[in-house]
């Protein structure tokens, strides 16, 4: 009659834990649901991530995870040598924008202006000589600026062909999703998809406009999407060949 009163308190929801697997320090979130009845593991562009039982034992997660060790080390090195490095913000660096690279051009001004785009350069004019958060700050306000205007093109493109309206278009700043469509009509884009060649962002717009119709990912849905965009499945395996560039100093929360 006194068990209810001793019962252990359920584990914490999310954790943040560190495993050896193969002789490798590895970090990695662990949630615990109810929902689920078996261990998963799921390796992106935030490393891994675990999901088990709420209950389940950690001998048993140890098993999982000593068992799945080669699969695990050869998908985080995978997403390791896809992820963009850090752009340093400096004169000559490459910059992406519509699948193209352009030369990043530092002139010293009296004035902050917007960049221009000169042939293969893209000039940025900046009042604080050396400063790479300031020139930082002045290329992503334009890249907003050019992908609001692009998203807008291509919704007011494919939303009458797919015969939807969406209640407001967004820009995102997500560091885990290039799109999202709410069940209230709000499509959210985001911001770095500018940097992909147009194909790419027409697919992700036609995609998150097809939620307006199908609210999943079952097969009406992709019937939706191939309506508008008949190669969407080669379109689809391009895109995962893209990774998000997290900014310093921004971290998902």
Not at 3 to 20: I, L, M, T, Y
Request: proline share 7%; hydrophobic share 40%.
């Amino acid at each position: 009659m006194f068990g209810k009163f001793f019962q252990q308190p359920a584990p914490p929801a999310v954790e943040q834990r560190s495993v050896n697997l193969a002789g490798k320090p590895v970090a990695f979130t662990l949630r615990r649901t109810r929902r689920r009845r078996s261990i998963g593991l799921q390796v992106d562009d935030r490393g891994l991530t675990v999901a088990m039982p709420l209950r389940a034992s950690e001998k048993w997660l140890h098993t999982v995870l000593q068992e799945k060790a080669d699969w695990v080390l050869k998908k985080l090195e995978s997403w390791q040598e896809r992820r963009p490095a850090q752009p340093q913000w400096a004169d000559g660096e490459p910059i992406l924008f519509r699948g193209e690279t352009f030369t990043l051009r530092i002139v010293p001004s009296l004035f902050d202006t917007p960049p221009i785009l000169q042939g293969a350069h893209l000039i940025v004019h900046v009042s604080r000589e050396g400063d790479p958060a300031a020139v930082e700050k002045i290329v992503e306000h334009w890249y907003w600026r050019e992908a609001l205007q692009l998203f807008t093109e291509c919704v007011e493109h494919f939303a009458p062909l797919m015969e939807v309206k969406p209640r407001e278009i967004k820009i995102s700043a997500a560091h885990t999703q290039w799109g999202s469509c709410t069940a209230r009509g709000t499509v959210r884009l985001n911001w770095q998809l500018i940097k992909m060649p147009l194909h790419l962002v027409d697919y992700v717009v036609v995609h998150e406009l097809a939620h307006l119709v199908e609210m999943n990912h079952s097969t009406a849905f992709w019937r939706v999407v191939e309506s508008a965009c008949p190669d969407y499945a080669r379109l689809r395996r391009e895109l995962r060949k893209w990774s998000l560039a997290i900014p310093h100093g921004k971290r998902e929360q």
